[in-house]
């Protein structure tokens, strides 16, 4: 793992189109935490345009692991607030997210796969001993495979976590937003097919993908 921390560019405010005066004090304090948060080495993290519609606030990223000039996964982590509170989100924050990672063949083929990556969305979450709440999601693989003039690429497949669950307000009703993407970059790392980090390495119950490069190419 290299020394250094990961890159956070914060190029955009992406708070859906809002001026910043008229922005309820504890998203913009829950953003503040995002942008602050100390990032694990390889990942590169920028602000990007938010999804419209889905709740009157919104905040997007979109990150990267990287391995020189290879991206071994990428995905994208959505604040929502909705100050009025949601009925299903039983609260007034919620974070949306999707990481997906190409993997090599014979890792496609476990069936077991779909829970351990579920898993490591949880786990992640509970080794911070964050609280959260009515999570939600869907673990996908896709396979590819080539023929005429792409014969000569190897079989891929895809997986793909999407994912939401409600964060838990702390002092000022305000989640740990620093917090929640930590362990969602612990996330984006395991599927990427690095180690956990810190006290969770070589913890019992902790299940890594082999590390390996990024996508296949002719």
């Known amino acids: ?14 708070v859906d189109g809002a001026k910043e005066s008229s922005v ?35 905040y ?33 924050f919620r974070l949306v997210t999707l990481v997906r990672a190409e993997l090599e063949p014979e890792m496609a083929a476990d069936p077991l796969l779909p829970e351990v990556c579920w898993s490591w969305l949880t786990g992640a979450l509970e080794a911070r001993g964050l609280a959260y709440g009515e999570p939600s999601g869907t673990v996908t693989m896709a396979s590819s495979h080539y023929f005429g003039g792409l014969g ?3 079989p891929a497949t895809q997986i793909e976590i999407r994912a939401s669950w409600t964060p838990r307000e702390g002092v000022g009703g305000v989640p740990d937003t620093s917090a929640h993407l930590a362990s969602w970059c612990e996330l984006l790392c395991q599927i990427a097919g690095l180690p956990p980090a810190g006290p969770a390495e070589g913890a019992p119950g902790v299940v890594s993908l082999p590390q390996r490069r990024g996508p296949h190419h002719p």
């Open 1 to 14: 793992m290299a020394a250094a921390q990961g890159r956070f560019s914060d190029g955009a405010d992406g």
């Open 60 to 92: 997007a990223l979109e990150a990267a692991v990287v391995d020189g000039e290879e991206d071994l996964a990428d995905g994208r982590l959505i604040l929502l607030h909705d100050p009025a509170g949601h009925d299903a989100w039983q609260g007034t």
């Open 24 to 58: 309820p004090l504890p998203f913009r304090r829950a953003v503040d935490g995002l942008r602050k948060a100390r990032l694990r080495p390889g990942i590169e993290i920028d602000p990007t345009k938010p999804p419209q519609r889905l709740a009157p606030y919104a």
């Open 152 to 154: 000569e690429r190897r």
